[in-house]
């Protein structure tokens, strides 16, 4: 069964740092990983999807990582702003039907 | 920009009541999905539609949940009768494709008393 898991749970950072949030999931065998950000009590935003094929994907001043052998990505957030507070939650697909396995989240707090 | 909607928002009920929330996914997505979020922790799907039909409902507590997407456009899901541990946020979300972009709409936040 696949689980996914991200550490830490919280994170508080001073404006200005670039910072990277973990994700780790159980097993290697993914179609694709996707990386969201939800405000509190809203949906949730899509940010990066990777394909399993591909090893990172970029918009603006996010970049998220994908290893799948280790069972790994990662989301770079460079030069961290008070408007990236948040929750991060990441969420792999294991396959083509579309079912997307969840994280608990990343809730990150950057500090003026 | 397209949108998921959903309504209502917020729904408080007594447990026992019938409750039921709705969603519009975004035009000429043939994938919709609801999922439950419960404080603290990652969504969780609940059901999924390829057009009008159920392709995973493996999560869904069928003894008191419901969901239908009789045209497979808009979807409603159902709860009858609602207990404690039903409060949570209620997510609803639609893709072009199964395996593409998942886009979600604001959710219903749901309080049983």
């Known amino acids: 069964k696949q689980e996914v898991t991200q550490i830490p749970a919280a994170l508080s950072v001073p404006e200005g740092e670039n910072l990277v949030l973990n994700c780790s999931f159980t097993?290697?065998?993914?179609?694709?990983l996707q990386w969201f950000r939800q405000d509190p009590g809203k949906g949730l935003t899509s940010l990066l999807l990777?394909?399993?094929?591909?090893r990172e994907q970029t918009s603006g001043r996010l970049n998220a990582s994908l290893d799948k052998s280790s069972g790994r990505s990662t989301l770079y957030i460079a030069a961290s702003q008070p408007g990236d507070s948040a929750t991060y939650l990441c969420?792999?697909?294991?396959?083509?039907?579309?079912?997307?396995?969840f994280g608990q989240g990343t809730t990150l707090q950057v500090k003026p | 920009e397209a949108e998921v909607a959903q309504s209502p928002r917020y729904k408080i009920t007594e447990k026992s009541q019938a409750v039921a929330f709705w969603c519009d996914p975004i035009?000429?997505?043939?994938?919709l999905y609801w999922y439950r979020q419960i404080l603290g922790q990652g969504p969780e799907l609940l059901v999924q539609f390829q057009d009008e039909s159920v392709v995973d409902d493996s999560q869904l507590p069928k003894d008191r949940f419901s969901a239908e997407r009789l045209k497979g456009v808009d979807s409603t899901l159902k709860i009858q009768p609602a207990e404690l541990g039903d409060s949570a946020m209620y997510l609803c979300?639609?893709?072009?494709?199964?395996?593409?972009?998942?886009?979600f709409g604001p959710g219903t936040r749901l309080l049983v008393l």
């Open positions: 969420a792999v697909r294991t396959s083509n039907t579309g079912k997307l396995i």
């Open positions: 990777i394909q399993s094929s591909q």
């Open positions: 979300a639609s893709s072009f494709l199964r395996a593409e972009t998942q886009y």
């Open positions: 035009s000429g997505h043939a994938t």
């Open positions: 097993d290697s065998a993914i179609y694709n």
